[in-house]
């Protein structure tokens, strides 16, 4: 392996971080620029595909109100260059969610698996979707405050 694709690789990386950090933060405007316009998405085991970046974060964007509170990590990537300006990757996620007007609480993991585009000299997500291992969904007791 070559120096060259290294920095690759880190390209990469660093883009699949920053997807997680502009899910996390909502900041939309952001992650629509780390896709690659005719991107697919494949979230939910499949349940919630789409087309085309701005389909992708109309999604992400409705389904990611100011009530939601998130965290996903991805690590353990295995990260192959397929070309010049083409990559797939698998990486492990995991992710709590929390809704703060219901007290509903997810946690789970499984495995993402993208495909990656150079364009202009810039690495894009092609296609993203995971698979869970596993999903636990609970409800916190809410309480009136008063006692």
């Not at 353990?76 to 397929?82: G, K, N, Q, R, V």
């Not at 990486?91 to 219901?102: K, N, P, R, S, Y």
């Not at 993208?114 to 809410?142: C, M, N």
């Amino acid at each position: 392996m070559e120096v060259a694709d290294l920095l690759e690789l880190e390209a990469i990386r660093r883009l699949k971080y920053r997807y997680m950090r502009c899910v996390d933060l909502q900041l939309f405007d952001e992650l629509r620029e780390c896709f690659a316009p005719d991107a697919v998405s494949s979230y939910g085991d499949g349940r919630y595909s789409f087309t085309g970046r701005d389909d992708i974060v109309d999604f992400l964007r409705k389904s990611l109100t100011s009530s939601v509170l998130s965290l996903h990590t991805a690590h353990h990537p295995e990260i192959d260059l397929t070309s010049p300006t083409t990559a797939t990757a698998t990486w492990a996620l995991e992710d709590t969610v929390f809704h703060t007007d219901t007290g509903f609480e997810l946690h789970g993991a499984g495995y993402y698996h993208d495909t990656y585009v150079k364009i202009d000299d810039e690495w894009k997500i092609a296609s993203t979707g995971y698979q869970r291992t596993f999903e636990h969904r609970s409800t916190v007791a809410r309480t009136s405050g008063a006692g």
